[in-house]
């Protein structure tokens, strides 16, 4: 298989597990062959720099043409008094909106070595495996007006979601439950929003389409206790975009494995763009410390998602949870008994098992 | 001190643990020479079945003449299909604005033998004593438009603030913190929304006028995370309305006592509205068995916030610790060698002590 993957790298710690990555999907190239080639662009601060914008045009150009883009992460202090066209998160929105990437899925599932560096009590996020399905092109983040008025007096931000957008996000999800455990919970506020009683009309809609998946309603402050008093509840999670980011990253941080976890935001031509859930974690940048695993996994998903390749998907994940089990791991987490080891000696540990 | 309440206990448990708080009013009106008048209305279900309506004008009457108001829960799967103007939820609502509580604060502190029952670990969530300042009255959850166009191919919704409705709940966040541990975490949402913003320079506008308090600024998808692995962070959180139910639902199951939560909505006259975080647990109404716990610290919030009777607000607090420390609580919590009481036993255990 013959397959051009864009690399943003990004800020950070970005720059560092990106090249974690490339060798990872290079040993895989060799070892099924198959021919993935990289082409290398700017996002975020680090194209602030070059080229005084977060997102230039070469860059979106070229993930356009690819077929699939892996991102490191974007930002860092040194940008974060910028005025908001000019700060690093706005090239992240920007690449979302120009490529349609609507779909964001998050899997969130514990390693059974690192459960000691959960917050949670082991017995109450034991076996949770979820996945989050979040909106990403719609709601409150793109919609307008967004504005000041009356002088600075009022201002106002608008929710908006058309019919399409919704179908599109529940379809997504009730799909992914229907290749996972069979259960979806729909999380809205239909107590208070017209959108969400629009959300929660079209999964009732749609529900007939899917009769193997059962399906919930939660309120999203409901979400947000449930997800810490019972994480295991839950298999497949669909919501809109902002209730998606709150839950998505409460969620992340249950299994103590923040450091682990992947992410796809796909559109509806296959394209992906795939990322570590973690920042860029500039307090750690440069030191080689980095934990490269999630983008390690991400380009797994990648494999999965946007090329079909089962095989070689799976094969990255036996190597991250062999190596777990032989009790390597990154500064950020714990093993009993363990070996601690930066970027580069995980990546290669995870390229010999492959 | 001569004193008109009204009560609204609602639905569900509602009635049962308005009686509680009563008894608990009656016997420090007698203990401390003040005279509590009481008049009883309905609102949520119970309005519903009565009126036909969630709110009555009566009992918006009452409540505008009321030096302070205690409400119980509302909601019922009884009303569950019912049209939105027809539905508990939508007194609860209404009664806020009418009366204009703009500021709803839910301190959340762990009971020490309390805290097994908690889903974190206990070395996670010890220490934690925290105050969310909710913004209640404003944003998303008034702003219109919030409709359905275009023949229902579109849904929008508004969030909406004034100036001067963001400034008012900055300053009473601010005195907040004055009266505790002196630190304000303001979350938003800035890197998104043009409210947030606005939100987050009228923060640093009103620092000065409050050297005293050590300001943060936290993006809600990191206050999600680090309520969670980190809740001894914080002392006081402003945010506005929507992120404020998230968020202190959220916070309200980490230290294993949802059953023992208050809160206050205040308006500015200081006419104020007491009620328990939990709701009206329709699967156990009527059994004798709810924690009368969370709305008799209601009213003991009420004794301080509205009527300034420290002395009597304190006795209350220290009666709950008491029995709880004597090993007493009701079927929702677990101590370690306790006893199990019911709502009555519970409330007497309470009255007693004063
Ligand atoms: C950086 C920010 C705009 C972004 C978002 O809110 O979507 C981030 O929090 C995320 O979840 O990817
Ligand atoms: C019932 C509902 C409308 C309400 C809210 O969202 O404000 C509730 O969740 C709360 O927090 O008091």
Same mark, same amino acid.
Request: proline share 5%; charged share 25%; net charge negative.
């Given at each position: 298989?013959?397959?051009?993957?864009?690399?943003?790298?990004?800020?950070?710690?970005?720059?560092?597990?990106?090249?974690?990555?490339?060798?990872?999907?290079?040993?895989?190239?060799?070892?099924?062959?198959?021919?993935?080639?990289?082409?290398?662009?700017?996002?975020?601060?680090?194209?602030?720099?070059?080229?005084?914008?977060?997102?230039?045009?070469?860059?979106?150009?070229?993930?356009?043409?690819?077929?699939?883009?892996?991102?490191?992460?974007?930002?860092?202090?040194?940008?974060?008094?910028?005025?908001?066209?000019?700060?690093?998160?706005?090239?992240?929105?920007?690449?979302?909106?120009?490529?349609?990437?609507?779909?964001?899925?998050?899997?969130?599932?514990?390693?059974?070595?690192?459960?000691?560096?959960?917050?949670?009590?082991?017995?109450?996020?034991?076996?949770?495996?979820?996945?989050?399905?979040?909106?990403?092109?719609?709601?409150?983040?793109?919609?307008?007006?967004?504005?000041?008025?009356?002088?600075?007096?009022?201002?106002?931000?608008?929710?908006?979601?058309?019919?399409?957008?919704?179908?599109?996000?529940?379809?997504?999800?009730?799909?992914?439950?229907?290749?996972?455990?069979?259960?979806?919970?729909?999380?809205?506020?239909?107590?208070?929003?017209?959108?969400?009683?629009?959300?929660?009309?079209?999964?009732?809609?749609?529900? /007939?389409?899917?009769?193997?998946?059962?399906?919930? =309603?939660?309120?999203?402050?409901?979400? &947000?206790? !449930?997800? #810490?008093? $019972? +994480?295991?509840?839950?298999?497949?999670?669909?919501?809109?975009?902002?209730?998606?980011?709150?839950?998505?990253?409460?969620?992340?941080?249950?299994?103590?494995?923040?450091?682990?976890?992947?992410?796809?935001?796909?559109?509806? /031509?296959?394209?992906?763009?795939?990322?570590?859930? =973690?920042?860029?974690?500039?307090?750690? &940048?440069? !030191?080689? #410390?980095? $934990? +490269?695993?999630?983008?390690?996994?991400?380009?797994?998903?990648?494999?999965?998602?946007?090329?079909?390749?089962?095989?070689?998907?799976?094969?990255?994940?036996?190597?991250?949870?062999?190596?777990?089990?032989?009790?390597?791991?990154?500064?950020?987490?714990?093993?009993?008994?363990?070996?601690?080891?930066?970027?580069?000696?995980?990546? !290669?540990? #995870?390229?010999?098992?492959?």
């Amino acid at each position: 298989m013959k397959k051009q993957i864009v690399l943003l790298p990004g800020d950070g710690i970005g720059k560092e597990v990106m090249n974690s990555a490339k060798e990872v999907l290079t040993a895989i190239a060799e070892e099924y062959n198959h021919s993935f080639s990289f082409e290398t662009h700017e996002i975020g601060g680090a194209a602030i720099d070059q080229y005084g914008t977060p997102l230039p045009e070469t860059t979106v150009d070229a993930c356009k043409q690819a077929d699939a883009v892996l991102l490191g992460a974007v930002g860092g202090p040194k940008w974060d008094n910028n005025p908001s066209q000019l700060r690093p998160e706005r090239g992240l929105l920007g690449i979302r909106k120009a490529l349609d990437l609507y779909a964001n899925l998050r899997p969130i599932k514990g390693f059974k070595n690192l459960l000691p560096a959960s917050p949670l009590k082991e017995e109450v996020v034991c076996g949770s495996d979820l996945l989050i399905v979040r909106e990403l092109t719609g709601g409150i983040y793109f919609g307008s007006p967004s504005e000041r008025r009356e002088n600075g007096q009022v201002v106002v931000d608008t929710l908006s979601y058309t019919r399409q957008e919704i179908e599109r996000i529940i379809d997504k999800a009730f799909q992914a439950a229907q290749g996972r455990r069979g259960r979806l919970t729909s999380v809205d506020k239909a107590n208070v929003l017209e959108s969400s009683k629009m959300w929660r009309e079209i999964v009732e809609e749609k529900k /007939a389409q899917y009769p193997d998946v059962a399906v919930e =309603h939660l309120l999203v402050d409901a979400a &947000a206790m !449930k997800l #810490i008093t $019972n +994480p295991s509840h839950f298999d497949v999670i669909v919501t809109e975009n902002m209730f998606g980011d709150i839950l998505s990253d409460e969620a992340s941080v249950l299994t103590g494995s923040l450091g682990m976890l992947p992410s796809a935001s796909l559109n509806e /031509a296959g394209v992906g763009l795939y990322e570590p859930v =973690h920042g860029s974690a500039p307090d750690i &940048a440069g !030191k080689g #410390i980095a $934990n +490269p695993t999630a983008m390690i996994l991400s380009a797994a998903l990648m494999l999965r998602y946007s090329f079909g390749l089962e095989d070689e998907a799976k094969i990255i994940e036996d190597a991250v949870q062999s190596v777990l089990d032989a009790g390597y791991h990154t500064a950020d987490l714990r093993i009993a008994g363990g070996f601690q080891v930066g970027t580069a000696e995980m990546t !290669k540990l #995870i390229v010999d098992y492959i």
